[in-house]
């Protein structure tokens, strides 16, 4: 595309006023007005002869993979001239889904030195998904200033918007370095996970029912045998994407949280050599991942929680959880995110959830609510008080039933607040690892 410069046309308005003098001085020399215009058209068409070819120029653009919410990336092009004829600087924008990722600056300028140009632009994004950089504009003056070529180079790239796990992630491995016993004390319960790692002599605080009595005979000294948990357990996150996963709570929506501390318990049970596998649903299942293993697979399960996206549709427990037990081939530690609103609702996710019990571990997690919590304690002083609180007890007796239930039915429920969610899961991970339970 050409297009005239801001110059351009200040130089073919100019000769206006001086034509309209000419012709008032000497009607008979109109024609020096026209004859400007066609001189301006002329030194613009001589201007994009001697500008830089679109032929002759190639662009690269790179991009981060992935950009953590809360962090900054940079997206940077290389604009290169093949030919002798290269502009002094070029003007660049970058298109992108402006929900979600933010460009600074909105035009950048790169001069142009020997055969290249070369800037970058800050990303920084305003929350979790797939955000598509989708044009590169590019444009660039002629020699004299007149004229502009622009070009769009089409991008077919995507930057995963991923939660931020860092931090509690330190704290989770802080946690884990802490708590956990993998293969270096005894198993605090037998049970039929333990593996058998060696014999090792008595030491007070050892189990005594870990005494090997046939091995102490033979050596003459008091041994013990030492287990180490068992690893390559499936840990599968069933993640709830429905209309009320997808409402705020302390700032986020609740699947955020939700996807917070999945990746923090995933980053441990990958370190711990378990398999974990994602799974994501609202009225139908929108994301279906295989387990995978190792540390090494921990980005692209971030990438994976960036593709889920927010939703308005109601959540169909029967379809989705019927779906993820038909994927699972062996038994699985499911944990599951979820909301509800009152116990009519969540009757069927109950249903469900009882099937997968007969196979499979289930660990329901759900927010404690503690706006409703800090209605029910606040001081009535209006009427409207007193409303909210009323029906602010009956939404959080309705919910302490629905738990109560599943607990009865054999459902290992954590129910906690959203700021501690990554530390207790991850907690009741190693307690259920322990205790030989997945």
Same mark, same amino acid.
């Given at each position: ?6 110059? #351009? ?6 000769? #206006? ?30 201007? #994009? ?13 790179? +991009? ?9 990336? @940079? ?5 290169? !001239? ?33 055969? #290249?140009? @070369? ?24 020699? !004299? ?14 930057? +995963? ?5 860092? &931090?509690?992630?330190?704290? &989770? ?11 270096? *004390? ?19 605080? %050892? ?9 102490? &005979? ?17 840990? =599968? ?5 429905? *209309? ?21 318990? +995933?980053? =441990? ?9 994602? !799974? ?11 387990? =995978?293993?190792?540390?090494?697979? /921990?980005? %692209?399960?971030?990438?994976? +929680? ?29 944990? =599951? /995110?979820?909301? /509800? ?7 069927? %996710? ?13 660990? !329901? ?13 606040? @001081? ?15 939404? %959080? ?42």
């Amino acid at each position: 595309m050409i297009y005239p410069t801001r110059n #351009a046309i200040i130089l073919t308005a100019a000769g #206006a006023p001086v034509a309209l003098l000419i012709g008032l001085w000497r009607p008979g020399l109109w024609v020096a007005g026209a004859a400007w215009i066609l001189f301006a058209f002329g030194l613009a068409f001589v201007d #994009a002869i001697l500008s830089a070819s679109r032929s002759t120029l190639d662009v690269v653009v790179t +991009a981060p993979g992935s950009i953590p919410t809360g962090g900054k990336g @940079e997206a940077r092009f290389r604009a290169v !001239f093949d030919g002798w004829r290269r502009p002094r600087t070029v003007e660049a924008a970058l298109e992108t889904d402006q929900g979600k990722l933010i460009v600074t600056p909105a035009r950048g300028i790169a001069r142009v030195g020997g055969k #290249a140009a @070369e800037s970058g632009f800050e990303l920084e994004p305003r929350r979790r998904g797939l955000a598509p950089l989708s044009v590169l504009w590019l444009r660039w003056r002629g020699p !004299f200033g007149l004229i502009w070529k622009q070009t769009t180079e089409k991008l077919d790239k995507k930057i +995963a918007i991923t939660p931020n796990v860092a &931090a509690v992630k330190d704290e &989770a491995i802080r946690m884990y370095s802490r708590d956990a016993a993998f293969g270096q *004390r005894v198993q605090i319960e037998r049970g039929e996970g333990s593996e058998f790692q060696a014999l090792r002599e008595f030491q007070t605080g %050892m189990d005594p029912r870990a005494i090997d009595w046939k091995q102490t &005979a033979r050596h003459g000294k008091l041994l013990a045998k030492e287990f180490r948990t068992e690893r390559n357990h499936p840990i =599968v996150f069933a993640l709830d994407t429905g *209309r009320l996963m997808c409402e705020p709570l302390a700032g986020l929506p609740r699947v955020d949280h939700a996807l917070n501390g999945a990746l923090i318990l +995933a980053y =441990v049970a990958l370190k711990t050599g378990d398999r974990v596998g994602f !799974f994501a649903f609202d009225a139908k299942p929108r994301l279906v991942t295989g387990s =995978v293993s190792g540390v090494g697979a /921990f980005p %692209m399960l971030q990438r994976l +929680a960036a593709s889920i996206d927010y939703s308005a549709e109601e959540t169909n427990f029967t379809l989705g959880l019927t779906q993820l037990s038909g994927a699972l081939e062996r038994r699985s530690l499911i944990v =599951v /995110f979820t909301d /509800f609103a009152d116990t009519t609702s969540a009757q069927l %996710m109950i249903e469900n959830v009882s099937r997968l019990l007969k196979t499979h571990l289930v660990l !329901f997690v759900v927010f404690r609510d503690e706006e409703l919590e800090g209605m029910i304690q606040a @001081e009535p002083l209006t009427p409207d008080d007193v409303s909210r609180a009323v029906i602010a007890d009956a939404l %959080m007796r309705e919910r302490d039933l629905v738990i109560a239930r599943l607990k009865r039915m054999g459902v290992e429920v954590l129910d906690t607040p959203v700021k501690n969610l990554g530390p207790d899961l991850l907690s009741r991970y190693l307690d259920l690892k322990r205790k030989d339970r997945l």
